[in-house]
């Protein structure tokens, strides 16, 4: 079955400091991979998606992702983050082999921006 | 317009209560979700229609029961709900229902049975 892990639970990060939130899926067959965004008290927003080609997605709010298939990861960064990127992260993969989408999201990653 | 809308906010409700959830979109999406997210962790898929279809029931409960009028609305009627489903409960739409749509989600409504 597919599925997504999501190793952080939390990551702690200064102000305008790069960071990367680490994601690894496992899968024998084509996969689609997402990341959402869920700010506190809000539903989710999606920040990026991978289909096909290029391995290097770029989302909105100066996100971006990579895909590496020999190493199974979809790793989310930002070269420098803001207070406002204060939420939880969500990795996801696209499952279903009749044509409907069914989300299996990762645990998440919470992300802390201090000052 | 990528609106998803969600009513009500918050609602408190007892264990022999009938209540109902709504959910509206008017992107005209034919896919719409029922999600259920406990504090801390990531949403569970509970209902998919396809084309106001039930496509996908993950063995929810039948004190969960789903509704779609039509392409635009989803609803979730709640009766003798247990205090263990307290949760933020999520809609989404999503373009169809194929592997690659994004999903478009709502702000939710956060339940609390007493």
């Known amino acids: 079955a597919q599925s997504v892990t999501q190793l952080d639970s939390q990551v702690p990060v200064f102000e305008e400091a790069p960071v990367e939130l680490r994601c690894n899926y496992s899968?024998?067959?084509?996969?689609?991979l997402f990341w959402y965004v869920q700010y506190p008290n809000q539903g989710l927003q999606l920040l990026l998606k991978y289909l096909s080609g290029s391995t290097l997605v770029k989302g909105i709010n100066g996100f971006e992702a990579e895909f590496n298939k020999s190493q199974t990861s979809f790793h989310l960064r930002k070269p420098s983050v803001h207070i406002s990127d204060t939420a939880e992260y969500f990795c996801a993969v696209s499952v279903g082999n009749t044509g409907f989408q069914k989300l299996v999201f990762g645990t998440g990653t919470r992300l802390l921006v201090s000052p | 317009d990528t609106e998803v809308t969600q009513t009500p906010k918050h609602l408190v409700m007892g264990m022999t209560n009938k209540k109902s959830l709504k959910c509206e979109q008017h992107m005209g999406h034919r896919a719409m979700y029922w999600y259920k997210q406990k504090a801390k962790k990531p949403p569970e898929l509970m209902f998919v229609y396809s084309y106001e279809k039930l496509s996908i029931n993950e063995s929810v409960p039948s004190r969960f029961s789903p509704e779609c009028p039509n392409s635009s609305l989803l609803n979730l009627h709640l009766h003798a709900l247990q205090p263990e489903d307290s949760a933020l409960y999520l809609c989404a739409s999503s373009q169809g229902d194929y592997q690659a749509d994004t999903q478009y989600f709502g702000p939710g409504t956060r339940l609390t049975v007493l």
């Open positions: 899968s024998s067959v084509s996969v689609y």
